[in-house]
């Protein structure tokens, strides 16, 4: 998802928010080590070299270098920008989005920066895209599932197809990427679209 958007000239920025948790599953899955320089981590040896939102315009003038639209914020910074409807945000995406993550959206319990950047989206009636990670689901997760689209939410469960014919791991993931992009207006120019 961060590199189909960072590559995106339709997106001018996005705001990263990694929970604890997540930066789990994400050492685990992705290789990342540490919490230091995650967008990096994430977008590969390419994107390495590039400097975040901190270098200065001069010095970004003056060199080569591209600064990537993609910054890293704190689940725990409560105040960032995201955490206020007068933010001109245009929509949320959720991914993954564990249970736990759904329950709090789904009830209004904000108490870290992706439950109330999420609390803002609702309040704001902007589009939130939660992409549940679980199987199997219980009558808990279905009611907090429920809950959150009946407040305006779209539940998108992490679920791959196999339709179109991947090859391997990575086209399943991008072509999910690319869904739910899609659902947001950003459809991508290389994406599977069925014939009929």
Same mark, same amino acid.
């Given at each position: $998802? ?13 705001? *990263? @928010?990694?929970?604890?948790? +997540?930066? &789990?599953? $994400?050492?685990?899955?992705l290789g990342i080590r540490g919490r230091a320089n995650l967008v990096q981590? @994430?977008? +590969?040896?390419?994107?390495r070299s590039l400097k975040l939102a901190r270098t200065s315009a001069a ?10 639209? %993609? ?5 725990? #910074? @409560?105040? =960032? ?11 949320? %995406?959720?991914?993954?989005?564990s249970v736990g993550t759904l329950a709090r959206i789904a009830t209004g319990?904000?108490? !870290? ?12 009636? &902007? ?5 549940? /990670? ?5 009558? %808990? !997760? @279905?009611?907090? $599932?429920? /809950?959150?689209? #009946?407040?305006?939410?779209?539940? *998108? ?16 993931? /991008?072509?999910?990427?690319? &869904?739910?992009? =899609? !659902? ?5 120019? #290389?994406?599977? !679209?069925?014939?009929?």
């Amino acid at each position: $998802m961060l590199l189909t958007v960072e590559r995106d000239t339709r997106v001018q920025s996005v705001n *990263f @928010i990694a929970s604890d948790s +997540g930066l &789990r599953v $994400m050492a685990e899955e992705l290789g990342i080590r540490g919490r230091a320089n995650l967008v990096q981590q @994430i977008l +590969g040896p390419e994107k390495r070299s590039l400097k975040l939102a901190r270098t200065s315009a001069a010095a970004t003038r003056s060199s080569k270098i591209k600064i990537s639209k %993609i910054k890293e914020q704190s689940n725990a #910074d @409560i105040g =960032a920008n995201v955490a206020s409807g007068s933010y001109p945000a245009d929509a949320m %995406i959720v991914i993954p989005c564990s249970v736990g993550t759904l329950a709090r959206i789904a009830t209004g319990v904000a108490s !870290h920066l992706i439950e109330r950047a999420a609390d803002v989206c609702l309040k704001e009636k &902007r589009p939130l895209v939660l992409c549940v /990670r679980e199987t199997p689901l219980n009558k %808990i !997760h @279905i009611r907090n $599932m429920y /809950r959150a689209a #009946d407040a305006g939410a779209t539940i *998108f469960p992490l679920i791959p197809a196999f339709y179109y014919g991947p090859t391997n791991l990575d086209d399943m993931a /991008r072509e999910f990427a690319y &869904r739910v992009l =899609a !659902h947001l207006g950003l459809s991508q120019p #290389d994406a599977f !679209h069925w014939k009929g």
